[in-house]
Nanobody, 127 residues
Framework: QVQLVESGGGLVQAGGSLRLSCAVS????????MGWFRQAPGKEREFVAAISWSGGITVYADSVKGRFTSSRENAKNTVYLQMNSLKPEDTAVYYC????????????????????WGQGTQVTVSS
């Protein structure tokens, strides 16, 4: 059974930084494309970032481009989301997700592409 566990969320002031981690167990992490999504209260879950199984392709939502960076360490079965220059509108529960297929860059942003999900970690950015 594949399990994803996010960590690293918390409360930070606007302009600050956080690094989220997502540890994956029970599967072959090195074969998975990994995505980050977020959901704010009263809003739908939205795409944030994704990284291919090799790490060679990264995709970002326009709202976070230039501020967030996704990376992975296959030896540690872990994917990261470095978030800089945080804004209050980044406040949300952040979820990581794993994709068993080798998706195209376009598909990496689609919620339906992902097979496994973590439980989420809260990120709150104060103004």
């Amino acid at each position: 059974q594949v399990q994803l566990v996010e960590s690293g969320g918390g409360l930070v002031q606007a302009g600050g930084s956080l690094r989220l981690s997502c540890a994956v167990s029970g599967g072959t992490f090195s074969r998975y494309g990994m995505g980050w999504f977020r959901q704010a209260p009263g809003k739908e879950r939205e795409f944030v970032a994704a990284i291919s199984w090799s790490g060679g392709i990264t995709v970002y939502a326009d709202s976070v481009k230039g501020r967030f960076t996704s990376s992975r360490e296959n030896a540690k079965n872990t994917v990261y989301l470095q978030m800089n220059s945080l804004k209050p509108e980044d406040t949300a529960v952040y979820y990581c997700a794993a994709d068993r297929q080798r998706a195209t860059a376009q598909a990496m942003g689609l919620i339906g592409e992902y097979d496994y999900w973590g439980q989420g970690t809260q990120v709150t950015v104060s103004s």
